[in-house]
C-alpha cells in the first residue's frame, strides 16, 4: 500500500509570519504522524517552511518543481520531482497528494486547491479569511474543512483518510 502524502499548499513569496509558522508546525505533526509531506518544493514560503518542518521531525519530504532541475529546492527536500511543467506542476502536487491542506492565499495556491476540489480530493483550509472561505463556499458548498490549529488540522486529515 502506498504511503499516505499530505500536500501542504501555499504561497511562495506572498506567505506571511502567520502562514511560515503554521506551515512549519503542520509539517512537523505531518512528520510525527508518519505520512509523507508533499509540497511544490521551492525553498520559498509555506513550500520552504513545511519541508523544515517535517525534516525537524525526521519526516520524508516530496517537492514537486516547477522547472527542469533542483535549482530552486528547498532545503529539506528528500525526493525531488523536477517536472519542467511551470505552474502545470499544480495538477502533479493535487493528484499525488491524499489529502490537501492550504495555507494562506495566493493565485497558485487558488489553483492548487480548485484542482483538488474538482478531483474530489479531501480539503482543509488553515485558517481561511472570510474572502476565501465566501469564495470556496460558493463555487464548491461542503467539499472543504476549516481548521484553527494544528491539532484540529491533523483530526481532520485523520478522518479523511478513514473515509477513504
Same mark, same amino acid.
Given at each position: 500500500?502506498?504511503? #499516505?502524502? #499530505? ?9 506571511? !509570519? ?9 509539517? =512537523? ?25 517535517? =525534516? ?17 529546492? *528547498?532545503?529539506?527536500?528528500?525526493? !525531488? ?5 511551470? =505552474? ?8 499525488? *497528494?491524499?489529502?490537501?491542506? *492550504? ?7 487558488? !489553483? ?13 483550509? $488553515? ?16 467539499? $472543504? ?8 488540522? #491533523?483530526?481532520?486529515? =485523520? ?6
Amino acid at each position: 500500500m502506498p504511503r #499516505i502524502m #499530505i500536500g501542504v499548499m501555499g504561497p511562495g513569496a506572498g506567505a506571511t !509570519s502567520e502562514d511560515l509558522g503554521a506551515a512549519y508546525d503542520l509539517g =512537523q505533526a505531518i512528520a510525527q504522524q508518519g505520512w509523507v509531506l508533499l509540497t511544490g518544493g521551492r525553498n520559498s514560503g509555506v513550500m520552504a517552511a513545511a519541508t523544515a518542518g517535517a =525534516q525537524r521531525a525526521g519526516g520524508l519530504t516530496v517537492g514537486i518543481l516547477p522547472g527542469p532541475d533542483n535549482k530552486e529546492i *528547498a532545503p529539506g527536500v528528500d525526493i !525531488s520531482i523536477c517536472t519542467d511543467l511551470g =505552474q502545470g506542476r499544480n495538477n502533479v502536487n493535487i493528484l499525488s *497528494a491524499t489529502v490537501v491542506i *492550504a495555507v494562506g492565499m495566493g493565485l497558485g495556491t487558488a !489553483s492548487e486547491i480548485a484542482l483538488a476540489l474538482k478531483q474530489h480530493k479531501p480539503v482543509i483550509f $488553515w485558517q481561511p479569511t472570510p474572502v476565501t472561505a465566501a469564495f470556496f463556499g460558493v463555487i464548491a458548498p461542503g467539499q $472543504w474543512h476549516s481548521v484553527q490549529t494544528v491539532t484540529e488540522a #491533523i483530526a481532520q486529515i =485523520q478522518a479523511e483518510i478513514i473515509s477513504r
